[in-house]
T-cell receptor
Framework: KAGVTQTPRYLIKTRGQQVTLSCSPISGHRSVSWYQQTPGQGLQFLFEYFSETQRNKGNFPGRFSGRQFSNSRSEMNVSTLELGDSALYLC???????????FGPGTRLTVL | GESVGLHLPTLSVQEGDNSIINCAYSNSASDYFIWYKQESGKGPQFIIDIRSNMDKRQGQRVTVLLNKTVKHLSLQIAATQPGDSAVYFCAEMDNYGQNFVFGPGTRLSVLP
């Protein structure tokens, strides 16, 4: 089975812009979670989607949003980018909720 | 609140020796734990998991030990190899089964 894929792998944006990141889960996996990873804060949970519904959300501002499609693929969006949004954004999928998560390679976002 | 923390941020071991990476957690109701390995430029890779009804679980060259009395988790790597050099994270499923909480990570360096 192919693993979790994320596109794009690298992205450079300027402050105030918005960005959309994409994640394709492992085939058959229905739960997709997003994380932000920075050197200072480590791995922080953003949100989780299951069957096209957001079932849980971390402590991030409303500028961070996401969605899941009927084929379980997911996107996350960050609007009005700030310098502090520079991070590695990781997507993880699991067969069902509360099960082992498998990560993609991440999207490295740099905000200038 | 919940927290998952590591005792040692860095660990250096000689090639061929055994490595022990530790993790402390604060939520006594957590019942599912995962160890991940993250190499530079890659997403976290699932190593092994354990549920709270077990004290020990073994994989290939790895063993996870869970001590619920003192809320401590450890990952033992036998015959450590250069390819084991990475950052290791423990992750805890919180008591609501909502999302995983990750520790800050331990960097393992394998010396030749």
């Amino acid at each position: 089975k192919a693993g979790v894929t994320q596109t794009p792998r690298y992205l450079i944006k300027t402050r105030g812009q918005q960005v959309t990141l994409s994640c394709s889960p492992i085939s058959g996996h229905r739960s997709v979670s997003w994380y932000q990873q920075t050197p200072g804060q480590g791995l922080q949970f953003l949100f989780e989607y299951f069957s096209e519904t957001q079932r849980n959300k971390g402590n991030f501002p409303g500028r961070f949003s996401g969605r899941q499609f009927s084929n379980s693929r997911s996107e996350m969006n960050v609007s009005t980018l700030e310098l502090g949004d520079s991070a590695l954004y990781l997507c993880a999928s699991s067969l069902l909720v509360a099960q082992a998560q498998f990560f993609g390679p991440g999207t490295r976002l740099t905000v200038l | 609140g919940e927290s998952v923390g590591l005792h040692l941020p860095t660990l250096s071991v000689q090639e061929g020796d055994n490595s022990i990476i530790n993790c402390a957690y604060s939520n006594s109701a957590s019942d599912y734990f995962i160890w991940y390995k993250q190499e530079s430029g890659k997403g976290p890779q699932f190593i092994i998991d354990i549920r709270s009804n077990m004290d020990k679980r073994q994989g290939q060259r790895v063993t996870v030990l869970l001590n619920k009395t003192v809320k401590h988790l450890s990952l033992q790597i036998a015959a450590t190899q250069p390819g084991d050099s990475a950052v290791y994270f423990c992750a805890e499923m919180d008591n609501y089964g909502q999302n995983f909480v990750f520790g800050p990570g331990t960097r393992l360096s394998v010396l030749p």
